[in-house]
């Protein structure tokens, strides 16, 4: 049986990209989102893959969602966490719900996904983890602290699970994208947009499948040696 594999956020944009690759490698793949069933029934549609909709953000929900995975599919040997949100603002301006909310999907997110897999991880002595950050949380992005804050702390994570993965055949990796144009980047204002694809060396936004291809490369079998790694993917816009 081919490998089961669970990506958050994986009914557009990256996460899209992440499934369909993950599929056309021959893994079986189920792509959660959060509440947009228009946008997973058209991706279902195009793609084949089966969604579940669940909050990453509460434990309980992702619980519910990898136990029901599990039932349909097989237990999970990959997670990939790319559920993500913004709530952009400035410090003076943001209210307290727009730091949680962020925290808790992107961070917080991450936590739960892992807390309910690793168990069968360990168990079957495989495991593939990759956590999805941002340049943003490399670098800092005005405006972004709630988001800065989340994705950096992804690095972290990162890290930490890593060592304990380790000696269980889990590698636990993060990639941080630059900017990639899906619908997150589409609500920055042009203007904004022209100076950050001016600042790309490479002289565009990046697209969902280069993103796909850095995760493909992580959950392969024999990439057992790559752990705790943040991959960047980001045109040469930040080089860290
Ligand atoms: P996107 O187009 O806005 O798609 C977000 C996906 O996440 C959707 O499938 C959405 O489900 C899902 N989602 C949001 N909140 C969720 C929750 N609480 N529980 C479950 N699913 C949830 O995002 P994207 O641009 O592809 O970004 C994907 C990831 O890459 C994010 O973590 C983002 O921070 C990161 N990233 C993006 C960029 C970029 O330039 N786009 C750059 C760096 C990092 P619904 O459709 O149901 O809302």
Not at 15 to 22: F, H, N, P, S
Not at 90 to 119: K, P, Y
Not at 134 to 147: F, K, L, R, T
Not at 180 to 206: C, F, H, S, W, Y
Request: aromatic fraction near 6%; glycine fraction near 14%; include cysteine.
């Amino acid at each position: 049986m081919s490998k089961v594999a669970v990506v958050t956020g994986g009914t557009r944009g990256i996460g899209e990209a992440i499934c369909v690759g993950l599929k056309a490698a021959g893994y079986q793949v189920a792509a959660n989102y959060a509440g947009n069933d228009e946008k997973a029934q058209a991706f279902t549609e195009r793609s084949g893959i089966p969604v579940y909709k669940f909050d990453v953000s509460n434990l309980a929900a992702c619980q519910q969602g990898i136990a029901q995975i599990g039932q349909d599919l097989g237990p999970v040997a990959i997670a990939v966490n790319n559920a993500g949100i913004t709530r952009d603002g400035t410090i003076h301006r943001m209210d307290q719900e727009d730091w949680q909310s962020v925290i808790d999907t992107n961070l917080g997110g991450c936590f739960n996904i892992c807390r309910c897999v690793i168990a069968g991880m360990r168990e079957r002595s495989f495991g593939r983890i990759v956590n999805i950050g941002s340049i943003n949380g490399q670098a800092g992005q005005y405006g972004q602290v709630n988001y800065a804050a989340a994705k950096s702390g992804i690095h972290g994570f990162t890290k930490a699970l890593a060592q304990e993965g380790a000696g269980k055949g889990i590698t636990v990796n993060a990639i941080a994208p630059g900017y990639v144009d899906t619908d997150m980047v589409r609500a920055v204002p042009d203007n904004i947009l022209e100076k950050i694809i001016a600042q790309i060396p490479v002289g565009r936004l990046g697209r969902a499948e280069d993103i796909a291809r850095g995760v493909l490369f992580l959950v392969a079998d024999d990439a057992d040696f790559i752990t705790g790694s943040t991959l960047s993917i980001n045109g040469g816009q930040h080089m860290y």
